[in-house]
């Protein structure tokens, strides 16, 4: 796969606890963006954050059910991911979606 060298970001900020037809949602959208031939996607686990209601989600105490902060990131190209976005406006219900211009230095398929 080939990758233009000049792609977007896209990050997914959602709750590790958030969840969509009984599934993690974090797992379901990077599931949907392999469905959609998207170049990758990393699922980042947060040790502490907060977001629009100001509670702090940390990991220093130890929880039975933790809901820590989690990221989805995506590169691809613009068109790619703009394939995402009608999946995501359906299932963030409470998140962040950000996008930004990245510029690809290196990418490589691990079959080539």
């Known amino acids: 796969m080939k990758l233009p060298q000049e ?9 590790e ?10 797992e379901r959208i990077v599931e ?9 996607a990393t699922v980042l686990r947060g040790m502490m954050g907060y977001g629009a209601g100001s509670r ?14 989690v990221v989805i990131e995506l590169v691809d190209s613009e068109a790619q991911i703009e394939k995402l ?7 963030v219900a409470e998140g962040l979606v950000t996008l930004e211009r990245v ?3 290196k990418y490589r398929n691990r079959e080539a």
């Open 103 to 105: 510029r690809v230095i």
């Open 32 to 40: 949907e963006a392999r469905l959609l031939n998207l170049a990758g």
């Open 7 to 15: 792609g977007l970001l896209l990050r997914i900020f959602v709750g």
């Open 17 to 26: 606890t958030d969840l969509l037809e009984g599934r993690p949602l974090y």
């Open 85 to 91: 976005l009608p999946f995501l406006d359906k299932v």
């Open 56 to 69: 702090i989600h940390t990991a220093k105490f130890v929880r039975v059910k933790e809901d820590l902060p």
